[in-house]
């Protein structure tokens, strides 16, 4: 982890997050390290966590569904670099404005977390870890890339009875978050894992409950 602030100068309940981070590396949240450098496509990621009306929160999107690449998936805000991005950081403030119309100014970059690679996208992601010092109002920018903003709480992540797995026909098993209308799964799901044991969130869950992918997906579509 690249430290950006002083980690004590986060709000307490992120500060055992941020130290927790400082000595990781990419197996903390995947099996699948990087391609050599300069082989996988640059991109960035906003984990952008706020002080919400329930408690402690994460910011999420939800794809559009006429996208091309993980149509309808939850994501953090972010994509690929842009030649003229200053760096990571400033590739996941970019895109979490164009997405979710989240203010830079408002957003304190807290750490960059080492580089995990996407294999199906072939994207290298730095995840940048931010705290929303001054909450923007957000919502959809454009229709056509994103369906959804939410601010999720930490605490309904955290709930055992949200958490389970999902089975992908590929053979994929993994870690899946039920929230209001979405799931997470797949890639964003996985950080997600990390960061509520890393942060000393994680209640005991049941890690047996694998549910079939397509029939947890329609379990949470809003009617």
């Known amino acids: 982890m690249t430290a950006l ?12 997050l941020v130290k927790a981070t400082v000595d990781i590396d990419a197996r903390t949240f ?21 002080d919400g ?17 993980h149509p309808g998936q939850v994501a953090f805000p ?3 670099a842009d030649p003229t991005d200053d ?18 100014e408002g957003v304190r970059p807290v750490a960059t977390l080492p580089q995990l690679y996407v294999p199906v996208s072939g994207f290298v992601v730095t995840p940048v870890l931010a705290h929303w010092d001054e909450p923007s109002p957000v919502a959809p920018v454009d229709p056509g890339e994103t369906a959804a903003v939410a601010r999720v709480p930490i605490a309904h992540l955290a ?13 994929y098993i993994g870690p899946a978050f039920a929230a209001p209308g ?11 894992n990390g960061l ?28």
Do not use: C, K, Q
């Open 5 to 16: 602030v002083d980690p004590d100068g986060v709000p307490e309940w992120m500060g055992g």
């Open 30 to 50: 995947t099996r699948i390290l990087p391609p050599p450098e300069g082989t996988g496509r640059p991109a960035a990621v906003l984990m952008l966590f706020g």
């Open 53 to 69: 009306e329930a408690g402690p929160d994460v910011l999420l999107l939800r794809r559009a569904e006429t996208l091309g690449s």
């Open 78 to 80: 972010g994509g690929a």
């Open 87 to 104: 760096g990571p950081v400033d590739t996941a403030l970019r895109e979490a404005y164009e997405e979710t119309g989240v203010l830079r």
């Open 159 to 171: 709930d055992p009875a949200n958490r389970f797995r999902v089975s992908h026909p590929s053979g």
């Open 182 to 192: 979405m799931l997470v799964w797949g890639f964003t799901a996985g950080l997600l």
């Open 196 to 223: 509520l044991a890393l942060g000393g969130w994680e209640r005991p869950w049941d890690t047996s409950d694998v549910r079939d992918l397509d029939l947890a997906l329609r379990a949470t579509e809003v009617p």
